[in-house]
Each structure stands twice: as structure tokens, then as C-alpha cells.
């Protein structure tokens, strides 16, 4: 049952601790994306991965960090440098760039107090 | 850059209607548009997409029209069901590694 799988689905956290959110895919999708959704706003893209060990930063990438390791896997932390990191984080591949359709995970809400 | 904004955030219809969701876009160097439902506490999946050589593109009970010179972007649902209801959205490819969202309308079917 190939897709994408992201966990834990709610995470709670303190203000000032790092946290990592899990992405994983088994697609064989060369490319991997973080988005985070806020309300009445659109997908703002945090980070994405075109291949293996490389990365780009998005449009909102201050106060996150990510690594590509593995093809499968592209895990986002959000450092306690993001100003206001409480939101829904979404995790999509696509098997080429940006360009092509992109297959997203059913999401993490992160909610930090 | 690129702004891309939806008409309506919310649109209700009744169960076995047609529905039609709007999205504008600003940039007329945009060439691939698509078209995703994300139904509550869910990551988005993809619908349907149209490169900017087409103005027209049938699926399983949708369409998407788009039209350049307005920069407009429509989604038709026939015969609506309960199932469809949820948040629709655009995204914008623009330049190589620019792909812009709307923030989505939601769809209410009554039943």
C-alpha cells in the first residue's frame, strides 16, 4: 500500500523545545516538500528536496530545519527560533519537480503552548 | 510574484447540482494549474490538473476550464454528493519551483 505517512498526527509542545515532525514515503518520489497550513491562508512552502542529500528552502523557512538522508524520508524540525510554529504541517512528494502532481501525507497538527 | 485567490471561501449547493469553484490567478507567465480537495483534519488530494496549452480537461465528474486571458480557473463537479464536501483549492505553477495556493473554498452539499 504505497503513499505517504507522516507522525505522530497531534503533537503538543512546550515553547522553546525543538521539535521533529516524521515524513516518510514509499513512492519512490524523487522530490519532497513541507508545507504548513494556517487558516484562511493557503499551503506556504517551508522547505523542499528535489534528491537526495540536497534541500532548498521555501518561503517561510526561518526557524525550521530539515535533512534528506534517505530518499524516503524528509523530516522537518521546527526550532524554537519559529516565532509561531503552532499550525497543520503537511508532507508531499511528487516524482519530479514542483511541476509535476504532488501526493501529500494526512498531515501533523502541531500545537505549541 | 504571484497571487492566487479564490471568489468565494464558502459554497453551498444541493445534493445532485452542479458545483463551480472559482480561482483567479495574477501571472500570465503561470503554466500549470491544479486543482486539490482536502476534506477535515486531512492532507490535500489531488483532483485534477491543466497545463496552459489547454483550456479545457475532463475527469471522473469534474472539470477544469481555464481561461488566460482573464486569468481565471474554474472547477465544475456534476451532480454533487455529500462525499464531495470539503475545502477546494488551486495551486499555481509559476517559473520552474513556484507553485502558489489558494486558500480554498469550502463546499457544503445538502442533502
Known amino acids: 500500500d504505497g503513499g505517504i505517512t507522516q507522525s505522530p498526527k497531534y503533537l503538543f509542545r512546550k515553547e522553546g523545545q525543538n521539535v521533529t515532525l516524521s515524513c516518510e514515503q514509499n513512492l519512490n518520489h524523487d522530490a519532497m516538500y513541507w508545507y504548513r497550513q494556517d487558516p484562511g491562508q493557503g499551503l506556504r512552502l517551508i522547505y523542499y528536496?528535489?534528491?537526495?542529500?540536497?534541500?532548498q528552502k521555501g518561503d517561510i523557512a526561518e526557524g525550521y530545519s530539515v535533512s534528506r538522508e534517505k530518499k524516503e524520508s524528509f523530516p522537518l524540525t521546527v526550532t524554537s527560533a519559529q516565532k509561531n510554529p503552532t499550525a497543520f504541517y503537511l508532507c508531499?512528494?511528487?516524482?519530479?519537480?514542483?511541476?509535476?502532481?504532488?501526493?501529500f501525507g494526512p498531515g501533523t497538527r502541531l500545537t505549541v503552548t | 510574484g504571484e497571487s492566487v485567490g479564490l471568489h468565494l471561501p464558502t459554497l453551498s449547493v444541493q445534493e445532485g447540482d452542479n458545483s463551480i469553484i472559482n480561482c483567479a490567478y495574477s501571472n500570465s507567465a503561470s503554466d500549470y494549474f491544479i486543482w486539490y480537495k482536502q476534506e477535515s483534519g486531512k492532507g490535500p488530494q489531488f483532483i485534477i490538473d491543466i497545463r496552459s496549452n489547454m483550456d479545457k480537461r475532463q475527469g471522473q465528474r469534474v472539470t477544469v476550464l481555464l481561461n488566460k486571458t482573464v486569468k481565471h480557473l474554474s472547477l465544475q463537479i456534476a451532480a454533487t454528493q455529500p462525499g464531495d464536501s470539503a475545502v477546494y483549492f488551486c495551486a499555481v505553477l509559476t517559473g520552474a519551483n513556484n507553485l502558489f495556493f489558494g486558500t480554498g473554498t469550502r463546499l457544503t452539499v445538502i442533502p
Open positions: 528536496s528535489q534528491i537526495v542529500n540536497d534541500f
Open positions: 508531499a512528494s511528487s516524482i519530479g519537480p514542483i511541476s509535476y502532481e504532488q501526493y
